[in-house]
């Protein structure tokens, strides 16, 4: 799960990416009141995977430490969706 490009689809199998302010931005309370928010919203269901990306691609450059998927789950990603899902449905197709 490394393409950026292809955040929204990772996360629609592996849940959203925790992250957490900066320590330079932690006394921040506009940033904090913005995390605050952008959660609440999150744990409402109010926020959907684009959402979560779209709000990822415009504050984690420059606010946020993001957490990177882990080995767990990138191999969890290799054997349930590329190999459970992705070689399978071509391995039948071909029968």
Do not use: T
Not at 26 to 37: A, E, F, G, T, Y
């Amino acid at each position: 799960m490394w393409s950026s490009e292809h955040a929204e689809n990772y996360m629609m199998f592996s849940g959203f990416l925790n992250f957490k302010l900066k320590p330079e931005y932690q006394m921040d309370n506009d940033l904090r009141n913005l995390v605050n928010n952008f959660k609440k919203e999150v744990a409402q269901g109010n926020v959907d995977y684009e959402d979560y990306n779209n709000f990822l691609k415009r504050y984690a450059v420059n606010y946020f430490d993001v957490e990177k998927p882990s080995l767990a789950d990138n191999l969890r990603y290799l054997f349930e969706y590329q190999l459970g899902y992705m070689y399978w449905r071509y391995f039948m197709w071909n029968f």
